[in-house]
């Protein structure tokens, strides 16, 4: 098997540069209407994960995003206790197609320079290196203020709906321009990588099966921020994106950083 991690650049970093990918993660993309679904908030890099701490004070918006309106779910938030792990129990009750999505609270994370530089290298973050060498700040440390965006696709009975191919207003979002539910298995699937709700050019997309059983493909969007990829099967796949930019408004941090993430599997 092919895989990118990062287990050499994350030895010794804060969480937000060693915690490659974050995601959501339902115990079955398709279920039953009326049935209930766990969903579990991880952490890490495909085949390599671990369960992310539900605390309140983390949780900005978790949502349901189904095809007659979005719905806030935070009470159906699971809080990580000790000894136990958090998650969700939601129960969509029409048939359709549905967005989970989730949005952090920001996080402060401060890195010494050259790892600083290796991560945002290795994530393609180009504004925050171009603004690295613009302004002469390669032996400073890196300082910045993330948040992590993430959504996951579940199907609801047999009832196909297209509202899961529209953007819910992340501010880094990964819209599939196709439902995936509709699709046979290879079949081409379109992403689309939106920052600030235009189309993000020139960002690295990851897609690696949940599973670790396949291979891990980077891709880099186009100038509309869209990338072709295939659609999944039964086995889940997650996507996921990271982007930063200076942050010239906020004393706390040189940048602001958004990781963002897709989970889908096909029927």
Same mark, same amino acid.
């Given at each position: 098997m092919i895989r990118t991690t990062l287990a $050499?650049? $994350?030895?010794?970093m804060s969480t937000a540069a060693a915690a490659h990918s974050f995601w959501l993660e339902p115990a079955d993309h398709t279920i039953d209407a009326g049935e209930e679904v766990r969903v579990d908030f991880r952490i890490g890099d495909a085949g390599e994960a671990g369960d992310w701490a539900v605390y309140w004070e983390r949780v900005a918006a978790f949502r349901l995003h189904g095809?007659?309106?979005?719905? %806030?779910?935070?009470?159906?938030?699971?809080?990580t206790a000790p000894g136990e792990k958090g998650?969700?129990?939601?129960?969509?009750?029409?048939? /359709?197609s549905y967005i989970i999505a989730f949005e952090s609270n920001p996080s402060f994370s401060d890195l010494e320079? @050259?790892?600083f530089d290796r991560y945002v290298e290795h994530e393609g973050l180009k504004a925050i290196a171009a603004h690295r060498v613009a302004t002469g700040a390669g032996s400073k440390n890196g300082t910045e203020i993330y948040m992590r965006r993430a959504k996951t696709l579940v199907q609801v009975? %047999?009832? *196909?709906?297209?509202?899961?191919?529209?953007? *819910? /207003?992340?501010?880094? @979002?990964?819209?599939?321009?196709?439902n995936p539910f509709a699709l046979d298995e290879g079949a081409p699937l379109d992403l689309q990588?939106?920052?600030?709700? @235009?189309?993000?050019? /020139?960002?690295?997309?990851?897609a690696a099966p949940l599973d670790a059983k396949g291979e891990v493909k980077t891709f880099t969007?186009?100038?509309? /921020?869209?990338?072709?990829? @295939? $659609?999944?099967g039964e086995d889940a796949m997650l996507y996921a994106v990271v982007w930063g930019v200076p942050a010239p408004n906020d004393a706390r941090a040189d940048y602001i950083t958004v990781f963002s993430s897709l989970t889908v599997a096909g029927r």
């Amino acid at each position: 098997m092919i895989r990118t991690t990062l287990a $050499a650049l $994350a030895l010794g970093m804060s969480t937000a540069a060693a915690a490659h990918s974050f995601w959501l993660e339902p115990a079955d993309h398709t279920i039953d209407a009326g049935e209930e679904v766990r969903v579990d908030f991880r952490i890490g890099d495909a085949g390599e994960a671990g369960d992310w701490a539900v605390y309140w004070e983390r949780v900005a918006a978790f949502r349901l995003h189904g095809p007659d309106g979005a719905t %806030d779910q935070q009470r159906a938030l699971r809080i990580t206790a000790p000894g136990e792990k958090g998650g969700a129990q939601l129960r969509p009750r029409s048939p /359709g197609s549905y967005i989970i999505a989730f949005e952090s609270n920001p996080s402060f994370s401060d890195l010494e320079a @050259e790892r600083f530089d290796r991560y945002v290298e290795h994530e393609g973050l180009k504004a925050i290196a171009a603004h690295r060498v613009a302004t002469g700040a390669g032996s400073k440390n890196g300082t910045e203020i993330y948040m992590r965006r993430a959504k996951t696709l579940v199907q609801v009975g %047999d009832k *196909i709906t297209p509202n899961v191919t529209q953007t *819910i /207003g992340q501010i880094l @979002e990964i819209r599939p321009l196709q439902n995936p539910f509709a699709l046979d298995e290879g079949a081409p699937l379109d992403l689309q990588v939106f920052w600030r709700g @235009e189309p993000l050019g /020139g960002a690295m997309l990851s897609a690696a099966p949940l599973d670790a059983k396949g291979e891990v493909k980077t891709f880099t969007t186009s100038a509309d /921020g869209v990338i072709r990829v @295939e $659609a999944p099967g039964e086995d889940a796949m997650l996507y996921a994106v990271v982007w930063g930019v200076p942050a010239p408004n906020d004393a706390r941090a040189d940048y602001i950083t958004v990781f963002s993430s897709l989970t889908v599997a096909g029927r």
